[in-house]
């Protein structure tokens, strides 16, 4: 039995603790979506519309080298959201995503989203504080991966 | 004679005293004139000691000064304490040898004599009381330590000419001694001549002084004795307020100071080598041709890069962070981890340092501006 | 061995034959040995005489390479397990190279155990969950906690989750131990910095894992063993989800030489690590010490 999307994104860490009404608002541009192991969720150069709040499964976010294939720079669970090129001009996806399994998430509309933050001040605010929240761990994780801490070579 | 009872003796009577170890089995040490210093050496009788010379101390100097009369006590601390008796700089722990896959091990117990100290500065006991909870009092006992440690038979000598380097009175640990000794000397010389009052500690040492020529001490001398401490007490200027000194060191660890200080300080190590609770060690191996293995414990220094090293590099890499190190290990960290305070009060850091920096101006300094912080980028340069 | 990890009072000062002293290395001899990835390897190690001697999971012991050195290494083994002792060392130095490239049949010396345990005996750890958080070479002193707690028979224990993180998929250690685990009703998460084409497992921090156990924070514990920065992140970010300090605990490394608190070399401010660590709460001094520099 499916739960009533506004349900999904009101119970998701993303939104968590918001009004109601707050999360009634975003959940009129949300719709249930599934993915299929190894299905792309998201692909690098095209318009970027959606924000994904990953429910079940796992998604890796990829980049693809002639070379060496698709490389997974991070995976994202249960909880996590992905796809945050439909915040800001030119709305490009830079990486792709893609499920690893089964994946089970809530796709919000972001022209949508946009207009709703666009009419209301307080919303677009908060999606913003949220967004960025999640943006401000990813970012510090990745730049702490980059100082290679379980690294071999440093005593060398 | 029993514990707490007190006799006179002349220059015989310690010459006796010392006799009288040695013929008990005691190897007896004292301090003599070596190097242009005092320091400490194997002592026969009275003569062998520094007889009519002084130390004159400041930071960053020390000199002695050979001067008339027959005081042998007349100095206040040489560079080299009586740790290196019981924790010598350098000690073997155990030698090994592998063949095939036999190993065949020795570790040595010095099977040397009982030590006998004739002449241990009040200090140098509270000092030796320190380093006691370090290396005899934990969970562990550390056999080298405890070998000569346990049974080494202390005659000490109240100290009636401390150095200008010197503030004991701060932290209570002189001029005069009331533990810790098996014999206490207080050396006399005035208009009634040149004697000790010699108190007794324990009973062995009022066995010991059965066999040495003296009379009843009178209340004139005890009351001589009380004037020499006195006028010992007076002398000692230098002060390290200690109210509350373990906490304002612990929260002064972005202090400016510290950088103040690196920039004087040569992070040589003379302070922590000539410091008398300084116990820190390397261990390391070295295997001869022939196989065999010895592994040694020499002395260290936490102003030595190496000391806080783990693999990548050491922890305290700059020298603002190992004076820090040193001196809040002495002042207040030392109360955390053994109870007591790592300084007593001998002054040696400060003579011996070769840019003469002083611990007690240092600790003043941050207590005056307790809470200033270090400019930091956070908070951007001042203008300079 | 000289002293066991019960024993408190002082050790006997007259030395006999069989009690060469603290500070001498009992001969061990290598009976097993697994290189885990290029530069970690795991000993196996019984006494060439006398008894086996007992440790609790967390404490180190101090391992000689005869002729090169010493070096504090953890005790990986699991008290299940009767048998030799294991040593997993990470060559990053001479005494750790020497002592990774011994073989079957050698000689090595131990000293120890040493320090303060992880406490997987104590009453903190009796109830409710246990997350367990490992970085790098980090799970090898976890080892044996992770195998009592999960063997842990007492009915009023939660569950246990382990997050650990290396480098990328070829440096993960103990990948038996994490599956056998997993099979005994442990939730094992294994993530990567960087990872190899092919890889379908996690791939980030271990802190971004952490938002996605399920684990009860007001009742939980929480283990962590790791590089400095990881450990104060991770202790930091189980603060956030809610776990109270004085239940979570860290195992610190400084420069060990003597293990009996002699040497001087181990010292975090307060603390004399091999006497009073490695393992510690992480609450109050702990946590402040890990944010300071040059400590």
Not at chain 2, 344 to 373: F, K
Not at chain 3, 10 to 37: C, F, L, N, W, Y
Not at chain 3, 208 to 219: A, K
């Amino acid at each position: 039995m499916m739960r009533p999307v506004a349900e999904l994104v009101a119970s998701h860490p993303l939104f968590a603790g918001l009004p109601e009404g707050t999360t009634a608002e975003i959940a009129a541009c949300a719709r249930n979506v599934a993915f299929l192991p190894g299905e792309l969720v998201l692909a690098e150069g095209q318009p970027a519309d959606t924000l994904f709040l990953v429910r079940r499964g796992r998604v890796a976010i990829e980049i693809h080298a002639p070379d060496r294939g698709s490389i997974v720079v991070e995976t994202v669970g249960p909880g996590g959201a992905v796809g945050w090129s439909w915040m800001f001009p030119p709305y490009r996806w830079q990486f792709d995503a893609r499920a690893l399994g089964p994946v089970g998430a809530v796709a919000i509309d972001a022209t949508c989203l946009r207009a709703k933050a666009d009419a209301d001040d307080a919303l677009g605010r908060l999606l913003v504080t949220r967004v960025a929240g999640v943006l401000l761990q990813r970012l510090q994780a990745t730049r702490i991966r980059l100082l290679d801490l379980y690294g071999t070579d440093r005593a060398r | 004679m029993r514990i707490g009872s007190a006799v006179t003796i002349d220059a015989e009577g310690l010459d006796a005293l010392i006799a009288t170890l040695a013929s008990r089995g005691y190897e007896t040490k004292g301090p003599v004139v070596r190097d242009g210093a005092i320091l400490p050496g194997p002592v026969g009788g009275i003569n062998d000691l520094p007889v009519g010379v002084r130390d004159v101390q400041s930071p960053g100097r020390y000199r002695l000064e050979h001067g008339e009369g027959d005081a042998v006590f007349s100095w206040a601390v040489g560079p080299g304490s009586w740790k290196a008796e019981f924790f010598p700089p350098s000690q073997e722990l155990w030698t090994s040898t592998l063949e095939g896959d036999v190993v065949t091990s020795e570790a040595p117990v010095a099977d040397v004599a009982p030590l006998a100290i004739v002449g241990a500065r009040p200090c140098e006991l509270a000092a030796l009381a320190v380093l006691d909870r370090v290396l005899l009092d934990g969970a562990v006992t550390d056999p080298h330590y405890a070998a000569r440690r346990v049974d080494a038979f202390i005659v000490a000598a109240e100290c009636g000419s401390p150095a200008s380097t010197c503030f004991c009175t701060s932290m209570g640990t002189g001029p005069a001694t009331e533990s810790d000794f098996d014999l206490a000397l207080t050396e006399l010389d005035d208009d009634d001549g040149h004697r000790f009052v010699v108190r007794v500690g324990t009973d062995r040492g009022a066995e010991i002084l059965e066999y040495v020529p003296g009379s009843e001490t009178t209340p004139r001398d005890m009351a001589a004795r009380q004037a020499v401490l006195a006028s010992a007490t007076k002398a000692i200027d230098r002060r390290l307020e200690t109210e509350g000194l373990a906490e304002l060191l612990a929260r002064n660890l972005d202090h400016p100071s510290w950088d103040d200080i690196a920039e004087r300080c040569l992070s040589c190590g003379n302070c922590t080598l000539v410091c008398p609770t300084c116990f820190c060690s390397d261990v390391s191996d070295t295997t001869d041709l022939a196989g065999e293995v010895r592994r040694q414990r020499t002395w260290a220094s936490c102003f030595d890069l190496d000391h806080s090293y783990i693999h990548g590099g050491p922890v305290r890499s700059s020298v603002s962070s190992r004076y820090r190190q040193w001196l809040t290990h002495k002042l207040s960290t030392w109360w955390d981890q053994f109870d007591s305070s790592g300084c007593v009060g001998c002054g040696r850091c400060i003579a011996w340092c070769p840019v003469g920096i002083d611990l007690t101006v240092e600790a003043a300094a941050i207590r005056a501006s307790d809470g200033a912080l270090r400019s930091s980028p956070a908070s951007g340069r001042d203008g300079r | 061995m000289g002293s066991t990890a019960e024993s408190t009072g002082r050790v006997a000062m007259q030395r006999s034959a069989d009690d060469p002293g603290p500070m001498s290395p009992i001969p061990h001899r290598v009976v097993g040995r697994k290189v885990e990835t290029g530069d970690v390897t795991t000993l196996s190690l019984v006494p060439v005489a006398g008894e086996a001697w007992r440790f609790l999971p967390g404490q180190f012991n101090m391992l000689t390479a005869y002729g090169v050195g010493e070096a504090a290494i953890s005790v990986c083994s699991s008290r299940r397990e009767v048998g030799p002792f294991r040593h997993t060392v990470r060559d990053v130095g001479p005494v750790t190279a020497a002592l990774c490239r011994s073989t079957v049949g050698d000689i090595v010396g131990v000293r120890g155990p040493f320090g303060t345990s992880w406490g997987v005996d104590d009453s903190l750890l009796a109830t409710g969950d246990v997350v367990v958080v490992a970085g790098g070479i980090g799970l090898a002193p976890l080892r044996g906690a992770i195998d009592d707690l999960v063997h842990r028979t007492d009915a009023a224990g939660g569950r246990v989750f382990v997050v650990s993180g290396a480098r990328e998929p070829a440096q993960v250690i103990f990948a038996d131990d994490l599956e056998a685990w997993r099979r005994d009703g442990a939730e094992i998460a294994v993530t990567v910095d960087m990872a190899p084409t092919g890889w379908r497992g996690h791939v980030g921090l271990v802190t971004s894992m952490l938002s996605e156990i399920d684990f009860d924070p007001s009742t939980s514990s929480a283990l962590i063993c790791g590089p400095e920065i990881m450990m104060r992140l991770t202790a930091r970010a189980l603060v956030d989800r809610g776990i109270d300090p004085g239940r979570i605990r860290v195992s610190l490394e400084r420069n060990m030489q003597c293990g009996l608190g002699w040497c001087g070399h181990c010292q975090l401010g307060p603390f004399l690590l091999c006497r009073d660590g490695p393992v510690l709460p992480y609450a109050g001094a702990v946590a402040q010490l890990l944010s300071e520099r040059e400590r």
